[in-house]
């Protein structure tokens, strides 16, 4: 089989987002593969602009690299108990392209998160949120990194034990779902 494609979703932002830094740990750990993150910038979701406009080019980019992709990754920041608008507003525009492009996709979720839980609240709502697509969601080992400012060394690598085996053991169980 040629090298793996994968695609991550970071449901963050910022520039120093560590649900980014947990995605390229993750990308790391899995070891070869031709991965890319997609931008998610997307404007608010409205029914009239989309009836107006139709989807706009960076949200069929996105899909398109979804489609594309042998599997996905998305890690989602926890706020308020859920996951962020700017994650829940792609995934919004993304199911208004043509074709579901996550159909039958292996997907890995994680999360990382300031908190003691590591947003696993907001990682269970987004497992729901991904139901309707029909991914092919992995079941664990379950991600949810807490305080995770200080869970990072100054190379972006993770530095609990724990945390590198699970993750480790996620990308396996990814690769496996791809091969299968």
């Not at 932002?13 to 910038?41: H, P, W």
């Not at 003691?116 to 664990?140: D, H």
Request: with cysteine; aromatic share 6%; net charge negative.
């Amino acid at each position: 089989m040629a090298k793996p494609s994968l695609i991550g979703i970071s449901g963050s932002l910022r520039k120093a987002s560590t649900n980014t830094m947990l995605l390229s740990e993750a990308v790391r750990l899995f070891g070869d593969c031709d991965y890319a993150q997609a931008d998610i910038r997307f404007p608010l979701y409205d029914a009239d602009e989309e009836e107006a406009d139709g989807v706009p080019a960076a949200v069929q980019k996105a899909a398109d690299q979804i489609a594309n992709a042998d599997a996905i990754l998305v890690s989602t920041v926890e706020y308020n108990k859920g996951p962020s608008g700017v994650l829940k507003n792609a995934l919004d525009w993304i199911s208004r392209v043509e074709g579901n492009p996550w159909g039958n996709k292996p997907l890995a979720v994680m999360s990382a998160a300031a908190g003691r839980a590591g947003g696993e609240r907001a990682q269970l709502i987004l497992r729901s949120f991904m139901v309707p697509f029909r991914p092919r969601i992995l079941q664990g080992p379950e991600i949810h990194l807490a305080a995770s400012s200080s869970a990072f060394d100054e190379d972006g690598h993770l530095t609990g034990e724990t945390y590198v085996k699970e993750l480790t053991q996620l990308m396996e169980a990814l690769r496996a779902e791809i091969d299968s």
